[in-house]
């Protein structure tokens, strides 16, 4: 087993360990940073690996969420089912994204892909009728259930934000290694040399989409049944720079970096709260200091000061 | 953080210390050693974000009433620690937030939270929780029955009532033919549902519907299209906007023929009816609901709490008298809190065991008299729904200041019941 | 109303917005253009300028259009010095990177909104015009402070084309544009060159804010839609031209306001963004910009 497999499997058995010590209020809290940090993992698999700075990806997160609180609400599906379906939702929008906006590159894209998030949010509050608009709706308690497990209640739920987060790290890792990652990461360092290889960065780029796309709809599905609410605020611009900011925070390009940075970000703001009432500042001024001393992220930065093994 | 107001032995996690005190909870004594600990209550507070304005007035409103509380001796005799927390107005952090106070900081109750989004985006973990959530929202979400038993609006009265409690007054003294103009959003629906079917109860009609979408700043182009035919101007707007709007609704019309025009007073709530620009307003009708202006019949307890949270009889803050409060609002955090107190004495409420028992005392509450608890006016709580009713005031800008013209009655608001939680498990 | 007034009053409104947003978005051009970096904290610069107006009129004693006047010249000339500073601290520091800025400044704007939530609060509060004229016209009232701001807004783009076409500061603008490192080698101190561009944007963005504050009101939050806005008219009209920014604001500020009389606001806003999306993924260096 290699160091890098070894150091995921240890983090996933630390966090399985975890629940039984956390109090009650880190408990929840690990549940929903894991849930986020699969969002952010897939921003990382866009972004870090691949180059694609995004600020749509509120899209496909609120895709995987809205699909499967409607699916459960609107349709009657119940959770697996409609789980299914925020996960090709989350596909779905992806791939439509990226056919289009995949023709554009740098600022151009960066901007098409917050055009469409933008679109996709007042799509919302169009469709008020069912979708309730901004105030979104709760997702009842019941059908939060799936194979008979209660996903609202606290150890069952933690149990699936972590099977979720530790498929979508191994997986991710297992990318990394791959043709498919390494041709991505290809993309990022240089396209044309690439390109001169015989590598087709459209179709590349578009596969990182869609799989970035992938685990965003599944955090979004995730998060609506395992928290019980879909709103609008989800598919705000805040949301796509969240993502953005727990990868740069943790380390772009890495597979750990991701749940790093949620982590830290979820606990800079809880804790800077507690102290002031100025907790945005203290959000401000902890990017500029990450920016100015520590550019590639933590974990970025630890691998640039000797372990070039860590993926 | 070592308070222990008795935590149900089912939680699975080890707290620090927690140990040392779960031996004490089987001593007989322990219930009489902690009845003089305080009691804590959890306040979700927009401190930051879109509802910050209403959050700066929800804070002091809150801290005065707890002042009154405390002097008054407390809940059961122990004192009161109200703890707030700021949620940003954000779903996702109202959540968080939520959890914070009913897990870390062992609050027994939490209320507070006013936009909607934020309420339902909480509630359902509030319910999670096992923790009595009470609202200070006005909307209609929790008599909807679309949240849980353990979410409560007791200290303020809802949009749909508040709407439906309008239309009788306004077709008999303003007009018949409405054209409303809101915010595309989902307070905005609410009141162009319940009013347009109000008031055709009244018989009358909505002849059109401008909706607004919600970031708009600047109204101009929507004003056009108001029919001519149109008596009544019915508006409602949220937001920053909010004074842009009634100055362009101001600068179209100007001095010439105009409908009769009737606003909620969250078109201009903190803003000072005798700003430039707002001249036009003079002679147009607000809902409002708690009147801003001290009215010559205020009673003692309007004058109390005014002296209390330390708002001058124009409703501006006594220190800056260009400081306008959120009046037809905050009155809800005062009253909430005192809701908590009779709740807790009538079950008799000792540590978060009760917490239960607490909700079904509230749900058995039904006439709440005027008082200092409740400076706003009579009450009405339907257990099963979960929300109470009361007195509406419509208002009349006379001299650049609201005087009240006209108080409905509580059944005015009232309406079918969607829900009753009392036959939901907790 | 009929539809020809309708029309009008949907033009008229659409031209205010298209000049303020044409000078909001000059300012973001010109930072694009010659510094090739994202500033996501310019529509803070837009808030500053509004909210230190409003300290200003507040306190300066007058008629409403004395501390108007002064706020039009002290406003942008502390909202660039703090772009200035902020220039030289940070982002020189980390070499305009693309990345590292975006995060520098989405870390600035929220700095800057908090000190605005800390020293000027929550509410919304208006600032007085400086002049209160109402036009009648046949059909409907018009605000004429709104009509001034537009011929100020073509007046403050007309000293900017001035600046850049005319003048020796313009000409080592556009030469550090066109090739950084050839006009370091002729002696232009390139670092100095930014932190001016940079300074000049938020000045700008500054001024667009003060203009437009009697007619919106300041509020700490007021910047989230002229960045965006401000992002789709540069990049629209194409990085580094300012015809195309100003084309593309008129564009821009006239269609909002028609399409809106036509369809619900919504849906003519949900049109409005996939039609910019549309504009970009098939013509990527936008309407002036040169082709990739």
Known sequence: ?311 | MTKLIGMTPSRRSLLKGMAATASALALPGFVQAQSSAPIKLGFQLHRTGIGAAYGRWYERTTQAALKVLNDQGGINGRPVEVIFEDDGTDPKRGAEVVEKLASQAGCDAIFGPLFSHVVIGSAPRAGELKVPYLVCSEGFHVASGKLNRWTMQPGITDVRAQVTAMAPWVSQNLGKKITMVFPDYAFGHDHRDYFTAAIAAQGGEVIKHIAIPPTETSFTRYLPQIPKETEVLYHVMVGPAVLTFVKELGEFYGTGARPEIFGFIDSLEAVDTASPGLEFLEGTHFWEGHCRVKQADASEHETFYRAAVGVDDNGASISDGKDVATYAHMFSCWETLFMIKAGMEAAGYQSTADRQKFVEAVEAMTTIPASQAHPQGDKVFNGKTHQVFGHQFISKVESGKLMRVHTTSIEDGMYPDAVDYTTMAF | MDFGPFLLLALMEGMVMAAVLALTAVGLSLVFGVMRVVNVAHGEFFMLGAVIAWFVTHYMPGPPAVGFAAALVICPLIVGGIAALSDTLILKRLKYDPEATIVATIGLSYIFQQAALTFYGPDARPVLAPFDLRIQLPWFGYSGYKIAVVFAALAILMAVWVLITRTRAGLIMRATQLDRNTARAFGINVDRVYAAVFALGAGLAAVAAVLIVPIQQAHYLMGHDPLLLSFIVVIIGGLGSLRGTLVAALVIGLSDGVISVFFSPTLAKILATLLVAMVLVFRPQGLFGAKP
């Open chain 1, 1 to 311: 087993m290699t160091r890098a497999l070894a150091l995921h499997i240890a983090v996933l058995v630390a966090l399985f360990a975890a629940q039984y010590f956390l109090p009650p209020y880190h408990h929840t809290n690990i549940a929903r940073i894991m849930v986020l940090a699969v969002f952010a993992m897939g921003y990382n698999i866009a972004f870090g690996y691949t180059g694609l700075l995004s600020l749509g990806h509120a899209l496909f997160f609120a895709a995987g969420l809205y699909a499967t609180g409607l699916g459960i609400e609107l349709w009657g599906l119940s959770a697996g089912p409609a789980l299914l379906l925020g996960l090709l939702a989350g596909v779905a929008i992806a791939a439509a994204t990226g056919v289009l906006a995949l023709r554009t590159g740098g600022v151009s894209f960066m901007i098409v892909t917050l055009m469409f998030a933008q679109a996709g949010y007042l799509t919302i509050l169009y469709f008020g009728a069912y979708t309730r608009g901004d105030e979104g709706f709760v997702i009842t308690r019941a059908a939060r259930n799936l194979g008979g497990v209660d996903l609202s209640s606290d150890t069952p739920r933690y149990f699936a934000a972590l099977i979720l987060f530790g498929v979508g790290l191994l997986v991710n890792l297992a990318l990394t290694r791959s043709n498919l990652g390494r041709s991505m990461i290809a993309m990022r360092e240089n396209e044309e040399r690439s390109r001169m290889l015989g590598y087709n960065p459209f179709r590349i780029k578009l596969t990182a989409l869609v799989i970035s796309g992938l685990y965003a709809g599944a955090a979004g599905a995730a998060y609506g049944v395992l928290f019980g609410y879909v709103g609008a605020s989800f598919a705000t611009i805040q949301y796509s720079i969240l993502p953005l900011l727990y990868v740069l925070l943790g380390g772009a390009g890495t597979t750990l970096g991701p749940f790093l940075g949620a982590l830290l970000m979820f606990y800079l703001i809880d804790i800077s709260s507690g102290y002031t009432t100025a907790h945005l500042f203290v959000v401000g001024a902890a990017l500029l200091v990450l920016v100015l001393f520590a550019p590639k992220g933590i974990l970025g930065w630890v691998r640039d000061k000797g372990a070039k093994w860590l993926p």
